[in-house]
């Protein structure tokens, strides 16, 4: 039978053990210094994984859960939705594919505090939940808060990480000028055709679906 474990390691930071191992370290970062009220700034749930281990993305494919983040926030404070990095996509025994992130993963949202703050700082918060799996997948759930000052003025924080992640999340479509897309009907299937003169600079292409609810995908073929 399966147990599981959340412990806290040290203050804003959780981790999730397993029969002694730790297995997911959950954190709460700030791409700032300090909130400058009325002015927008970007937080992540950092997830750090043992080896071999995973979690998911948005979409998991043939099993997996996404994570999931709930902020609890002061009146008047928005949060907007989580921007997700390119998954690693993997096919397990049983022709299984999944969608998710080894070794670390950031998943960041953007705030957005009323132009008034009361106090000289906020406290955020929020019930981040997981499932991490390897030979065994488990659940892992923490409630991790975030305390920073309130200030007319702020500095950038974390910088290498949150660049890092950015880099990583999906770019928009670059436009009909360089590429172009069409989507075909064959039998049952769906079939996208990318055509555009810039292609051969990209070394590598793939897709990833994100079906609505409900909807059952097959495995893409490129």
Same mark, same amino acid.
């Given at each position: 039978m399966a147990c599981w474990l959340v412990v806290a390691i040290e203050p804003h930071c959780l981790g999730q053990t397993y029969q002694g191992k730790q297995l997911v370290k959950a954190e709460l970062l700030a791409d700032t210094t300090a909130?400058?009220?009325?002015k927008p700034f970007t937080v992540g749930l950092l997830l750090r994984m043992a080896p071999a281990w995973h979690t998911y993305w948005k979409f998991s494919g043939d099993a997996g859960l996404p994570t999931e983040l &709930?902020?609890?926030? =002061?009146?008047?404070?928005k949060v907007g939705e989580i921007q997700w990095p390119i998954?690693? &996509?993997?096919?397990? =025994?049983?022709?299984?594919?999944t969608y998710g992130y080894v070794d670390e993963v950031l998943l960041i949202q953007e705030i957005t505090p009323p132009a008034k703050v009361d106090g000289s700082s906020a406290k955020l918060s929020a019930d981040a939940s997981w499932l991490v799996c390897e030979k065994i997948c488990i659940p892992g759930s923490a409630t991790l808060q975030m305390?920073?000052?309130v200030s007319a003025t702020s500095q950038p924080a974390n910088t290498d990480l949150?660049?890092?992640d950015r880099s990583l999340l999906p770019q928009n479509w670059p436009g009909a000028n360089l590429a172009?897309?069409?989507w075909e009907r064959a039998g049952s299937d769906l079939r996208l055709k990318v055509t555009g003169a810039a292609l051969p600079k990209y070394p590598a292409v793939d897709f990833f679906p994100l079906p609505d609810e409900g909807t059952v995908v097959g495995h893409p073929a490129i």
């Amino acid at each position: 039978m399966a147990c599981w474990l959340v412990v806290a390691i040290e203050p804003h930071c959780l981790g999730q053990t397993y029969q002694g191992k730790q297995l997911v370290k959950a954190e709460l970062l700030a791409d700032t210094t300090a909130v400058v009220p009325g002015k927008p700034f970007t937080v992540g749930l950092l997830l750090r994984m043992a080896p071999a281990w995973h979690t998911y993305w948005k979409f998991s494919g043939d099993a997996g859960l996404p994570t999931e983040l &709930k902020w609890k926030l =002061p009146a008047g404070w928005k949060v907007g939705e989580i921007q997700w990095p390119i998954p690693l &996509k993997t096919i397990d =025994p049983g022709d299984i594919q999944t969608y998710g992130y080894v070794d670390e993963v950031l998943l960041i949202q953007e705030i957005t505090p009323p132009a008034k703050v009361d106090g000289s700082s906020a406290k955020l918060s929020a019930d981040a939940s997981w499932l991490v799996c390897e030979k065994i997948c488990i659940p892992g759930s923490a409630t991790l808060q975030m305390e920073l000052p309130v200030s007319a003025t702020s500095q950038p924080a974390n910088t290498d990480l949150f660049a890092r992640d950015r880099s990583l999340l999906p770019q928009n479509w670059p436009g009909a000028n360089l590429a172009s897309e069409k989507w075909e009907r064959a039998g049952s299937d769906l079939r996208l055709k990318v055509t555009g003169a810039a292609l051969p600079k990209y070394p590598a292409v793939d897709f990833f679906p994100l079906p609505d609810e409900g909807t059952v995908v097959g495995h893409p073929a490129i």
